[in-house]
């Protein structure tokens, strides 16, 4: 799936904007704070339908206006489809070649072929900061994989905060009527996060030799489930160790009004030579890790989709020492991959441009060709 035009209507600061990507690399150049990012969210916001960085809907939403609009026309196997997503006061709205999406049936038809993984320095923190950054990682990767897991997870949050509420002001009949729902939820997406680690593992294992060396420890990724929830099943014994869990905890978690196992407190695991990197791993060896598994999370939906998702990669390079730098871009250099690399120093990307890279200035919301 490429995407052959992309259009932008006051979403952040970017009032319009008309874009003709290169079919492999399109760089963003600008000073801080000129909007590069905002492209990028742009970008992601259209192929995941999820904000990068918005905690709300309406911070999309160019200051001033009414709503915000981003298109793009994708080429792919079927032919050329446009997809499109507008947020307005009233929340956001999808469509599919000028159709509005509204069943889950029509969203996987939006997603189909659609996957894009972006890295900012933001992820750079992913093995020293808290379980919260690593199951959202988890969580998008394997929306990435398997669509339906947007429409999952938020099934799993809409019954946790029903629980949650019946913990603290329902009866015990109310509570026990939401439990079975999030069980299910939940160990739905146990399920899933546990099929996607065991996918990404020896992808990581691999990746992270090839950045460090024959030398360097092994490199590993395990999911730990709260409240001793053994993962290792069939959906249904998990979903019944779920329940278990959460009977063993029920007068805990009424004191508390907060359910206290599920995939909302579980965390993923990254090792080196059999020991926690978040304590143990230096600095540079667990921005090494995360650089692995976000090439793990590559090469997983290439091997997938049969070809590699669109990469987003925001200012990476002036967060990474030159060796890790040299590495991802000789890393992007050879994957057929279409992506979108923002910039403040153009010197930083230049080893992975190409003749077909594109250069675009960002100044003021403002994008426009640059003539290299
Ligand atoms: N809803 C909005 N409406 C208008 N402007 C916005 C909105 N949200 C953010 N901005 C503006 O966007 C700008 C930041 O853009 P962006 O994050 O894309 O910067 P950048 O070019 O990536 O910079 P850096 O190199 O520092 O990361 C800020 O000036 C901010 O005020």
Redesign the pocket.
Known sequence: MKLLSLHVQDF??LAAVELAPSPRATVLL?E????????LEAIYFLTTLKPLRAVRLA?????GAADAAVAGDFEGPGGVRRVAVQVAAGGRTASLDGKALGSGARLDDYFEGLASVCFSPDDLLLVKAGPDGRRRFLDRAAFNRWPAVLGEAREYVRALRARNAALRSGTAEVEASFREPLVRAGARLLVRRRDLVAELAPRLRAAFAEISGPAAPEADLAYRAAGGVEVGHPEAEVAARLARALETRLERDREKGFTSAGPHMDDLVLALGGKGARLYGSQGQQRALVLALKIAEIENLRAALGRPPLLLLD?VSSELDPAKNRFLLGYLAALPAQAFL?T?DRRLIEPAAGPDTAFYE?RSGVVSPLVS
Do not use: I, P
């Open positions: 952040r600061n600008g801080n704070g000129q909007g590069k990012t905002n492209l911070e999309l939403v160019r200051f200012d923002t403040t960002v």
